[in-house]
């Protein structure tokens, strides 16, 4: 038995022996890095990283989603009056409401000055671009909630959506200058040179319009407040803006203020545009240089607050 316990048994078993050469087959990342090697087809991979509190905006990727903004504006452009009655004579109508009722109250019972012109041509040439603001602000500053659906599912620069908002605006502007040329036509105002600069001051509007929409549409996506505050903060601030009245009525220790608005500047420079008058230039710089530091504090909030809108939309 004791030498029972120390015998080996051993079964007789059949191994092929590799070649002495051939190597083991790779597998896992070394079969990827393999097939790379021998000419296998790679798929692209397209990384989005999450952008920088403090980077600024890329504009090539702006440039590049230009499509989008084009689509975008003429959406809203079509829905705006999609099933109504009057369709775009709204556009119209507003403004020239608006002139009556002012002319009536501030024009003939409160003897508003206009700088020697009529005074519905006056305010009318106010309240052109102002209308248009106070209808890009309002519109953009809802933008992203309303577009909610499309933010949650596609990446693009999210600066498309109030860009396009106030994009879309410029259409209604259009429609209702016809209506002043005629009013201006019916006055027997001449048309002058200066007409050439109105389509460079609403180039300048709508800058301003855009810092001001894109600043309130990150604001309302995280506090919807601004949807109920905005309309009344516009309102005052239409009568800090010399709309209804002119520069001159204000009290000249008072004027600096005024001077602080850049739509003050704005509006001054598109009523002497209008009435082939000369221009207040120190006005005007003063509001491209605050329409500037608009842009910066709110090219840098909006991007601040661009990497949470997919989350709290």
Not at 120 to 140: E, H, R
Not at 176 to 198: K, N, Q
Not at 279 to 296: E, K, P
């Amino acid at each position: 038995m004791k030498a029972l316990r120390h015998e080996i048994m051993e079964s007789p078993m059949t191994t092929e022996e590799a070649p002495p050469n051939a190597e083991t087959p790779p597998c896992g990342a070394a079969a990827s890095a393999a097939g790379s090697a021998i000419g296998a087809p790679r798929v692209p991979t397209l990384v989005i990283e999450g952008g920088k509190a403090l980077r600024g905006f890329d504009f090539r990727d702006l440039w590049a989603h230009r499509d989008l903004l084009y689509f975008l504006a003429w959406r809203d452009v079509k829905v705006r009056y999609k099933q109504t009655a009057m369709g775009v004579a709204w556009v119209i109508l507003q403004p020239l409401l608006t002139m009556a009722i002012f002319t009536v109250l501030f024009g003939r019972l409160a003897k508003v000055p206009s700088d020697g012109e009529p005074y519905p041509i006056f305010v009318f040439a106010g309240l052109l671009p102002w209308t248009y603001f106070n209808q890009a602000v309002t519109t953009a500053s809802n933008s992203l909630v309303g577009n909610a659906a499309l933010i949650t599912k596609v990446y693009f620069p999210r600066l498309v959506i109030p860009a396009a908002a106030v994009c879309a605006g410029l259409v209604d502007f259009a429609i209702s200058a016809s209506i002043m040329f005629l009013m201006a036509f019916h006055y027997g105002m001449p048309f002058g040179a200066s007409l050439l600069l109105i389509p460079p001051l609403m180039a300048l509007t709508a800058l301003f319009a855009l810092c001001v929409g894109m600043w309130m549409s990150a604001l309302n996506v995280k506090y919807r407040d601004v949807r109920y505050a905005l309309p009344f903060l516009l309102q005052i601030w239409m009568y800090l803006t010399p709309i209804i009245y002119p520069l001159k009525f204000i009290p000249e220790r008072w004027r600096w203020l005024l001077a602080l608005n850049p739509l003050s500047g704005m509006i001054q420079a598109f009523r002497a545009a209008v009435f082939g008058r000369a221009i207040d230039w120190s006005g005007l710089g003063l509001a491209c240089a605050m329409t500037a530091v608009f842009l910066i504090a709110a090219g840098w909030s909006f991007r601040r607050m661009e990497r949470q809108f997919a989350d709290i939309v």
